[in-house]
């Protein structure tokens, strides 16, 4: 079974910024998409960002152009970049993974993090107004 580990997560002031990390497997790092979805408690969970196995990359429209999504190969770990945070955004965030061998653009790209297999234990970020 796939282990994902975030980090990263915390309180911030609206404005501010947070670089949440995901640590994975070489094999995930390389041949899984990944992606990130948020989630408070009770509520409906929100993919945010997903990166494919060549890079292409998708955004919540909430968070387009603000958060960034890449990952380091040689690191094993994805990341999300997270700029000009508003309370909004506060949520617990999970790094999420799966095997799409035909790309995310046929799945519905964002909308596949919705089905993706392995997840996190989740990292909580905070923005204070």
């Not at 494919?52 to 094993?76: A, E, H, L, Q, W």
């Not at 945070?85 to 596949?112: H, I, K, Q």
């Not at 990292?123 to 107004?129: A, F, N, P």
Request: charged residues 20%; aromatic residues 10%.
């Amino acid at each position: 079974r796939e282990r994902l580990v975030e980090s990263g997560g915390g309180s911030v002031q609206a404005g501010g910024s947070l670089r949440l990390s995901c640590a994975a497997s070489e094999y995930a790092i390389n041949n899984y998409a990944m992606g990130w979805f948020r989630q408070v408690p009770g509520r409906i969970s929100e993919a945010v960002a997903a990166i494919d196995t060549d890079g292409t990359t998708y955004y919540g429209d909430s968070v387009k152009g603000r958060f960034t999504i890449s990952k380091d190969r040689p690191k094993k770990t994805m990341y999300l970049q997270m700029n000009g945070l508003r309370p909004e955004d506060s949520s617990v965030y999970y790094c999420a993974a799966d095997y799409r061998p035909s790309g995310l653009s046929v799945l519905g790209g964002l909308e596949a993090v919705d089905h993706f297999g392995y997840t996190g234990q989740g990292t909580q970020v905070t923005v204070s107004s």
